[in-house]
Each structure stands twice: as structure tokens, then as C-alpha cells.
């Protein structure tokens, strides 16, 4: 649980499910997240080899974010804790 704690971790996790994404994307994807607080997660989600981050030689430089084979790992358990919280929705609006 270490590895995926900090508030919006998950999300962050969640949203690199599907491929690299840059900051801005990753940012569009989790709209309440500010830039700070992403930039911290992402920090703390490399330390722990959860992603790497690329920096691609363009002009201007730009930085995407990918999964590492860990954070692939996590995947499922984010799956089954999402597929969870669908059901307790649902079972509270009955």
C-alpha cells in the first residue's frame, strides 16, 4: 500500500493504464488535481519505479509519463478496488 499511497496516486496510476501521457494530459485527466500536487505524485511514483519519466528532444523539450513493469503490475488491484467502489455505489442509490 506504501507504493501507491499519497493522495491522487491511484488516479495517477489509473491514467497511465493506456499509454504514455504527458503532464497537461495527465492533468486534463484528473481535473481536480492540482499542478503541484501532480507534480509531487508523479515525483514520488518514480522514486518508488512505479513510472519513468521521458524527455523527449523536441523543440520545446516535452516529458511523458509511463508506466514502469510494477506499476503494470498494479493494474489489477486498482481494477478489482474500482470494480468495489461501483458496487457499493450502486448498492447505495437501491
Given at each position: 500500500?506504501?507504493?501507491?499511497?499519497?493522495?491522487?496516486a491511484p488516479n495517477v496510476i489509473?491514467?497511465?493504464?493506456?499509454?504514455?501521457r504527458r503532464?497537461?494530459?495527465?492533468r486534463a485527466d484528473i481535473p481536480p488535481i492540482?499542478?503541484?500536487?501532480?507534480?509531487?505524485?508523479?515525483?514520488?511514483l518514480e522514486d518508488r519505479g512505479v513510472l519513468v519519466r521521458h524527455v523527449r528532444?523536441?523543440?520545446p523539450p516535452s516529458t511523458e509519463y509511463e508506466?514502469?513493469?510494477?506499476g503494470?503490475?498494479?493494474?489489477?488491484?486498482?481494477?478489482?478496488?474500482?470494480?468495489v467502489g461501483h458496487r457499493l455505489k450502486t448498492r447505495a442509490s437501491t
Open positions: 500500500m506504501a507504493v501507491i499511497s499519497g493522495a491522487w489509473w491514467s497511465l493504464r493506456a499509454g504514455p503532464f497537461s494530459e495527465l492540482s499542478a503541484k500536487v501532480l507534480s509531487t505524485r508523479l515525483s514520488e528532444p523536441t523543440s508506466l514502469t513493469d510494477l503494470t503490475e498494479l493494474l489489477p488491484a486498482l481494477d478489482a478496488i474500482v470494480q
